[in-house]
């Protein structure tokens, strides 16, 4: 079935530090949006994207459908972006698929 | 602005009882979602449903029933819990065929505990 492959499963950052999300998508999904787990477990929408690239602040996200993939990019890293995020893609229908989320840790 | 309701936002069951959770959505999307997340896992798509009266299966349908009567509200009804099945099930929304605008919305959550 329609898979995504989300890495790193864990990531640990030092405060000002950036890194990296990759979410790998076994078939051509037609739009990707990413979330963060906040710490009341609600899934928090950070970007919907069908093509191309969305920033806002310090994550910038991309995805290509033809090269099947999708990131998140954080940059200068605070403590308060110490959660667990999730991609999740939609395919050629109405069904939208998980990654298995990264849990990202920041630390002073 | 719209919100997704779920009832209830804690649910506690006995092996092999029959459970309904429910959801609602005052967005007027035409698309619903019922996904469960175990413990340090992703989500897993169980039911969703296009529009009104209409259900497909997701990844992990099996010992699920789902119902969309109303186009606001979307039910999922567990047919024998299992100890196994305890989770948090998220009931989500969006709007359909605006591939440029599907942004996927989510309630709070209805928590399982099996007994």
């Known amino acids: 079935g329609d898979q995504v492959e989300q890495s790193p499963s864990a990531l640990s950052l030092h405060e000002g530090t950036g890194s990296a999300l990759r979410c790998n998508f076994t078939t051509t999904m037609r739009a990707v949006q990413w979330f963060r787990k906040n710490s009341r477990g609600s899934l928090i929408n950070l970007f919907y994207l069908a093509s191309g690239t969305k920033e806002n602040g310090r994550l910038k996200s991309a995805f290509d459908s033809k090269e099947r993939y999708s990131t998140l990019h954080i940059r200068d890293a605070q403590l308060e972006d110490s959660g667990t995020y999730f991609c999740a893609a939609r395919t050629g229908g109405y069904k939208v698929v998980f990654g298995s989320g990264t849990r990202l840790l920041v630390s002073p | 602005g719209g919100i997704i309701t779920q009832t209830p936002k804690f649910l506690i069951g006995q092996e092999g009882q029959k459970l309904t959770l429910k959801c609602q959505q005052n967005f007027n999307h035409d698309t619903m979602y019922w996904y469960r997340q175990d413990s340090g896992k992703g989500l897993r798509l169980i039911y969703y449903s296009i529009t009104e009266n209409d259900l497909q299966k997701g990844d992990l349908s099996e010992g699920y029933d789902a119902s969309r009567e109303k186009k606001s509200s979307f039910s999922l009804t567990v047919t024998s819990a299992q100890k196994n099945e305890m989770a948090v099930f998220l009931c989500?929304?969006?709007?359909?065929?605006?591939?440029?605008?599907?942004?996927?919305?989510f309630g709070s959550g209805t928590r399982l505990t099996v007994l």
């Open positions: 989500a929304s969006s709007i359909a065929g605006a591939p440029s605008a599907e942004t996927l919305y």
